[in-house]
């Protein structure tokens, strides 16, 4: 099956910035969009960022201008590159991607989550 393996999360000071990556392994024919979620306490999971095979992007507009997100579709790889860090963005982020695992079955997986801490 596929699994998605993340790391990069961690306590930092409001202003500062972290990686957060994101490793698809498994069986499967490619991946379409790779993306970043995020959930806080007592709060839904929502939408950070995506970037889709055709490398269109897509932000929650809280992290426009700050976080970045990126692919290396050689490594099934996904990025997100957070800067300017704020006591909000605490949260427990989870990678999320679109496989194609046939010619006609596509599926949707999660990575574990890893928790990202903005305090001073």
């Known amino acids: 099956q596929v699994q998605l393996v993340e790391s990069g999360g961690g306590l930092v000071q409001p202003g500062g910035s972290l990686r957060l990556s994101c490793a698809a392994s498994?069986?499967?024919?490619?991946?379409?969009?790779m993306g970043w979620y995020r959930q806080a306490p007592g709060k839904q999971r929502e939408l950070v960022a995506v970037r889709a095979s055709g490398d269109s992007t897509i932000y929650v507009d809280s992290v426009k201008g700050r976080f970045t997100i990126s692919r290396d579709n050689a490594k099934n790889t996904v990025y997100l590159q957070m800067n300017s860090l704020k006591p909000e963005d605490t949260a427990v982020y989870y990678c999320?991607?679109?496989?194609?695992?046939?010619?006609?079955?596509?599926?949707?997986?999660w990575g574990q989550g890893t928790q990202v801490t903005v305090s001073s």
């Open positions: 498994g069986i499967f024919n490619s991946i379409n969009d």
């Open positions: 999320h991607a679109e496989v194609r695992v046939s010619t006609r079955a596509k599926y949707d997986y």
